[in-house]
């Protein structure tokens, strides 16, 4: 049985920084893409970073480059989502989530139904 769990989430001020955690298990990690996606109320989930299984490729989203930084750890099964100069509007239920392949280039934003394995969600809220 498939299992990810997001860690890592919580309430920070504007500026601040968090780092969330992402631990999948039951499953070949190393196969598998890991993205970040996250959904604010009333808003679309919106994919926010993805990271190859080597870690050679990326994507984040034009709002949080230069920001949030994706690593993976394929020893732990554990993939990352390192966020500074976090602002209001980062404010989310942050999910991890696997993919074996992507129908989109690294370079746009990643499909959702790609993704096979999603956990339950970590919520980050920025205040002002």
């Known amino acids: 049985q498939v299992q990810v769990v997001e860690s890592g989430g919580g309430l920070v001020q504007a500026g601040g920084s968090l780092t969330l955690s992402c631990t999948a298990s039951?499953?070949?990690?190393?196969?598998?893409?890991m993205g970040w996606f996250r959904q604010a109320p009333g808003k679309e989930r919106e994919g926010v970073s993805c990271?190859?299984?080597?870690?050679?490729?990326?994507y984040y989203a034009d709002s949080v480059k230069g920001r949030f930084t994706i690593s993976r750890d394929n020893r732990k099964n554990t993939l990352y989502l390192q966020m500074n100069s976090l602002k209001p509007e980062d404010t989310a239920m942050y999910y991890c989530?696997?993919?074996?392949?992507?129908?989109?280039?690294?370079?746009?934003?990643?499909?959702?139904?790609?993704?096979?394995?999603w956990g339950q969600g970590t919520q980050v809220t920025v205040s002002s």
């Open positions: 039951g499953l070949t990690f190393d196969d598998y893409i």
């Open positions: 989530a696997a993919a074996l392949a992507l129908t989109t280039d690294w370079g746009t934003p990643p499909a959702s139904a790609d993704f096979q394995y």
């Open positions: 990271i190859s299984w080597s870690g050679r490729n990326t």
